[in-house]
Structures are given as structure tokens and as C-alpha cells.
């Protein structure tokens, strides 16, 4: 039985109005990582910290699965084998394309984790440190999303899927944030097909045995329909 394993980035949800952190004006550009995105950052700050994840909660809420997205919902329907898509997004537009077989090794937007016990429901629209969790009624909420000095989600089932892989394909990822930057030599190494689909030139670009160059929303649905012709 053959395999597609996909792995995306923010590039793939680019075009729903969702913006990527490297690119110009991205958010890496608007906030700083460590005050953000690691858990001393959290530590120090909650409240920025829930802020932030609250306002791109409230964009995410509102966005619209693109081309790119619904492509591979068709892919996951209509092919013959098994596809897979491993996304570091924490977006749900994959889901909201029909996509069922989505691991998000970086967590989702719409969930909450409690600290204290370990619990996770869906996330609030809004939520604060203190919003109480609902099994342990703790005060120690915080979003749940992974991050840099975390270790990421599914790593031992996307290890499989990546040895099991017949076709390996990179959406929308600057290739620079590892461990999912080094998933197109593991697939490699296993004897997987590699293709990159990204507007431009990736970190990992020289990796891939083809690449498409363009926008995802043209080039996500022209691989799509090479796979399904
Ligand atoms: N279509 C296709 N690719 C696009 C588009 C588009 N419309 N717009 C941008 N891109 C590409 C950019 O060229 C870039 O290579 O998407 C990539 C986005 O790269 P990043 O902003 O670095 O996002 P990503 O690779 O997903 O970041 C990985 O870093 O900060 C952490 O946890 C965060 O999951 C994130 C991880």
C-alpha cells in the first residue's frame, strides 16, 4: 500500500489570511520569541503569552480552508493509498477542509492544556492563566501549543509514517526549525519520493529529488491532480 506523508507549514494557510512567522512583516517580526514561545517566556508573562495565542485564536477562528488545503482533503479521499498529513500549524484548516488523518506536532490553537494535571479540553475563545480547568480546577491554564524547548507532539507515529512513506511532500515551510526540517532526509533514508511545494526556495530545497515554486493555493492543487490522474 503506498503512502503520501505531507508535511506543512504556516505557507499553507498564507492565503486564508493567516500569517507566516519568517516571511516579511511575519510574526517572528512583531513579537519575540522568547516572549512568546518558550516556557520561561510563559513563566515570566502568561498574560502576554495568552494574548497572543487569543488573537490569533480569534483570526484562526475566522479563517477559510484554501485551494491548497481542500487539495488535500481530495487527496486523502480519493487515493488509491494511505496519506498522512503531519502539519506544524496550529491552525485547524486542514480539518475544516475534510482532512481526518492530521497530526499537529506542534499543537492546535483550539485546545487547552492544564498544567497542573495534564488535562486538555477545547480551548475558550478567550482564556487566561486562570481560567479554571474543568478536571482539577486548577488555575494553570496555558495554550496548548509546543514550544521551542518542548518536545513536539506524535513523534513516534510520525517516525513510522515517515519509514513507511512511498511519497514525502513539504508545503509551506521555511525548512528551519527542526525536528520536522529533517523529516525529508528520513523519508530519504527510507526510500520515499521527496518533493517540496513553497512560493520560494526553502533551508531544505536542495533536499528534495523535485520541487514546484508558487503560490500553494496553484501548486498544491496542479501536484494534487498529477497524483490523481
Ligand atoms: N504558498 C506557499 N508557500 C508560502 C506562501 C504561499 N502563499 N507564503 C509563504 N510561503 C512559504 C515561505 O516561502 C516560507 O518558506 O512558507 C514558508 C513559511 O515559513 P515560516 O514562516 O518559517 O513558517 P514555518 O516553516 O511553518 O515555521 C515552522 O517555526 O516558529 C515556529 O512553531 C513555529 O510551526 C512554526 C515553525
Redesign the pocket.
Known amino acids: 500500500m503506498s503512502k503520501i506523508v505531507i508535511l506543512t507549514?504556516?505557507?499553507?494557510s498564507?492565503?486564508s489570511g493567516l500569517g507566516?512567522?519568517?516571511?516579511e512583516g511575519?510574526l517572528?517580526a512583531q513579537h519575540r520569541?522568547e516572549d512568546v514561545?518558550t516556557p520561561e517566556g510563559f513563566a515570566r508573562d502568561p498574560d502576554l503569552v495568552h494574548d497572543f495565542y487569543n488573537a490569533r485564536r480569534q483570526q484562526a477562528a475566522t479563517a477559510q480552508p484554501n485551494a491548497a488545503h481542500i487539495a488535500l482533503a481530495r487527496l486523502e479521499r480519493d487515493y488509491a493509498g494511505d496519506v498522512v498529513i503531519v502539519t506544524?500549524?496550529v491552525d485547524s484548516l486542514h480539518e475544516a477542509a475534510g482532512s481526518t488523518a492530521v497530526l499537529h506536532m506542534?499543537g492546535r490553537l483550539n485546545s487547552a492544556l492544564c498544567y497542573g494535571c495534564g488535562h486538555r479540553w477545547d480551548a475558550p475563545p478567550e482564556m487566561g492563566l486562570g481560567t479554571p480547568c474543568p478536571a482539577c480546577g486548577a488555575a494553570k491554564t496555558r495554550p496548548d501549543v509546543v514550544w521551542f524547548g518542548e518536545i513536539p507532539y506524535f513523534m513516534e507515529e510520525i517516525a513510522h509514517h515517515l519509514a513507511a512513506a512511498t511519497v514525502f511532500a513539504s508545503i509551506?515551510?521555511?525548512?528551519?526549525?527542526y525536528p520536522?526540517a529533517n523529516f525529508v532526509q528520513e523519508a530519504r533514508a527510507f526510500g520515499a519520493a521527496t518533493v517540496e511545494l513553497?512560493?520560494?526556495p526553502?533551508e531544505i530545497s536542495r533536499a528534495f529529488d523535485t520541487r514546484r515554486f508558487g503560490?500553494?493555493t496553484e501548486v498544491v492543487p496542479d501536484w494534487v491532480h498529477s497524483l490523481l490522474a
Open positions: 507549514g504556516a505557507g499553507i498564507a492565503e507566516t512567522f519568517r516571511d511575519g517572528w520569541i514561545a506544524q500549524n506542534h509551506g515551510t521555511s525548512g528551519q526549525v520536522a513553497n512560493l520560494e526553502s503560490p500553494a
